[in-house]
């Protein structure tokens, strides 16, 4: 059987902030607020990642979301702050994935893996993913400077391996951070692939094959 198969990963995925109850006056206009936003970003990632950001407007996402522009510009001046919403969105993520995988208590390797599994996920169902990542992949004609890609995520990963290391999880001759680097790459370049030429119907099965091929390569024999 292939590593942690069939694990329910999407519970993982930090739901939108819960309505507090009993909140006071102003407290429901600050979450009113907060929640249209939140409706404005989604909205708008759904047509970045359909269209792109050039082919994108402020008039497009006001009428995704069937907003005034005048509604949507109140929350975001232009699209260029949109764009680095959805960018920010999609990396304050990863942080609270990561305290929810670790709540599993795996080993390291294997809280490395959930996370490539919930990012699998993401990237089938969760637009602020599909959008994040064609903003990033056309961060060149984006003309906004957009946070650093896969920075964060090798980091995350490279701790992780670090982890393993220290726990004689690793191969002994494995380097944790070229270790980090080769899965992020392997699991960032198969999910390329797979949009490029399936349009992700396949990634599911790539990121397995991806998994199941290297993961065993960096574990110490016991
Ligand atoms: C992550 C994306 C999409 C990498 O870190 C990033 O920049 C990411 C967009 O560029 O997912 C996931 C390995």
């Known amino acids: 059987m292939s590593q942690n198969e069939g694990t329910a990963v999407e519970s993982l ?16 206009r600050q979450e009113r607020a907060e929640r249209t936003r939140g409706q404005i970003l989604h ?15 402020i008039k497009d ?3 995704e979301v069937a907003m005034t522009k005048g509604a949507v510009y109140f929350h975001f001046p232009n699209k260029q702050a949109l764009a680095i919403a ?16 670790r709540g599993k208590g795996l080993s390291p390797l294997d809280t490395a893996i959930e996370m490539f599994n919930a990012a699998s996920v993401a990237f089938l169902d969760d637009p602020i993913m599909q959008a994040g990542t064609r903003l990033q992949n056309e961060r060149g004609a984006v003309d906004v ?32 951070d070229v270790a980090a680097r080769v899965a992020v790459a392997a699991f960032f370049g198969a999910q390329h692939i797979s949009h490029n030429l399936h349009g992700r119907a396949d990634f599911t099965e790539r990121w397995r094959e991806v998994r199941d091929t290297l993961f065993p390569a960096l574990r110490a024999r016991p």
């Open 13 to 28: 995925w930090p739901a939108p902030a819960a309505r507090l109850p009993g909140a006071t006056g102003p407290m429901l």
């Open 43 to 57: 909205c708008a990632a759904r047509i970045f990642a359909e269209r792109g950001y050039q082919q994108t407007s």
């Open 61 to 63: 996402v006001a009428d």
């Open 86 to 101: 959805v960018v920010d969105e999609l990396y304050s993520r990863w942080p609270v994935t990561l305290e929810a995988v």
């Open 145 to 176: 400077e957009l946070p650093l890609p896969y920075v964060d995520w090798t980091n995350l990963i490279a701790t992780l391996m670090h982890e393993a290391r220290d726990q004689g999880q690793l191969a002994p001759h494995m380097d944790p």
